[in-house]
């Protein structure tokens, strides 16, 4: 029991949230398709970003190219992702802590993902 309590207060991140961040892009867009990518290739080379931060990326395109790696690349075919965080603009990067938005803005960046997990 005191090597638990001892663990939790060296390593108070071991009980929270991983941090979150949320990508929406239209790969039909060239520039996006690329910036997905981009990411992915950040992911791939940076094991500790990806320690740090869970990546998904919903594409509103249903006939674009797979993407594979260190993020969750998703078809959002239906809307359902696109209606529940309702991005004004794409690309656009949510990051959430738990079930809380933190940060809400376009991503014009791959390293805009960092400030979803406190720098990198």
Request: glycine content about 6%.
């Amino acid at each position: 029991m005191k090597r638990m309590l001892c663990a939790l207060l060296l390593c108070p991140w071991a009980v929270m949230a991983q941090p979150k961040a949320v990508v929406f892009i239209d790969s039909a867009e060239a520039s996006q398709s690329r910036l997905a990518e981009a990411i992915n290739e950040m992911l791939f080379y940076s094991p500790t970003l990806r320690s740090l931060l869970e990546v998904e990326i919903f594409d509103i395109n249903s006939e674009g190219p797979g993407f594979s790696g260190g993020l969750n690349y998703v078809r959002d075919r239906g809307g359902n992702r696109v209606s529940q965080y309702r991005p004004p603009v794409l690309p656009f990067l949510i990051c959430l802590d738990g079930r809380e938005e933190k940060l809400r803005m376009q991503l014009e960046e791959k390293e805009q993902l960092c400030l979803c997990a406190q720098g990198c």
